[in-house]
């Protein structure tokens, strides 16, 4: 975990072009990556026992899955999970992770790019980390890291992120529809949800003359 912690602060100083200096050294602005990789994580450790994959596997391909994904690299959605599955062999080297279940690690890597599918992904664990991570990009958490991240690309303003953010609605709805479990669809309408409420509160208050509030 250290080492891709120190991986992926390096990358996002690179990214922001400065950082602040802590007694722990330089700290990015925000680690969206380090961030988004904790959150799948925790989700998988949710996801796997309930939909029988196993939990060391799922465990490991989530801190994996985007190991070599770089900030606002062109290439990433093409290259990043074949170069992140290429690596894993060379990063668990040495350690204690079972070698026999190294290739399904590979695998769920592999698979889990892109916002909707056209078929459920197989065996459980691909399926795992495909939910965990699409289940991380939805809800509280993910406006956190949206928010935090967004002016790293372009200025916004707030009616930069209403915009936004009522785009990414629909891409999120089909993520939610997307779902390879009934665990990760229950737990992405809820999510959803919560986006839908949160970005029509954000459009009354911005885009609207105020009213009385009526309870």
């Known amino acids: 975990m250290e080492a891709l912690r120190a991986q992926s602060r390096a990358d996002a100083i690179r990214f922001w072009g400065t950082a602040h200096e802590t007694p722990e050294g330089p700290r990015p602005v925000f680690d969206y990556r380090f961030e988004h990789t904790l959150a799948t994580v925790k989700i998988a450790l949710w996801l796997a026992p309930r939909i029988g994959a196993d939990p060391e596997t799922a465990e490991c391909a989530a801190w994996l899955h985007d190991c070599r994904k770089v900030l606002d690299d062109p290439r990433a959605k093409d290259h990043h999970a074949r170069e992140a599955s290429d690596a894993v062999p060379e990063i668990l080297a040495g350690t204690d992770f079972p070698p026999a279940k190294i290739p399904a690690v590979r695998h769920a890597i592999e698979h889990h790019v892109g916002l909707k599918l056209t ?23 993910s406006l956190v890291h949206f928010n935090c991240i967004a002016g790293g690309f372009a200025p916004v303003t707030t009616a930069d992120i209403l915009a936004r953010g009522q785009h990414w609605l629909t891409l999120a709805r089909g993520i939610r529809d997307s779902m390879n479990s009934a665990p990760a ?9 919560f986006l839908e409420t949160y970005y029509e509160q954000l459009r ?8 009385p509030h009526t309870p």
């Open 119 to 141: 078929h459920r992904l197989e065996p459980a664990e691909t399926a795992c980390l495909w939910d965990s991570d699409k289940l991380s990009k939805l809800g509280a958490a």
């Open 185 to 193: 669809r229950a737990e992405a309408a809820h999510r959803v949800a």
């Open 204 to 211: 009354r208050e911005w885009s609207e003359p105020m009213e």
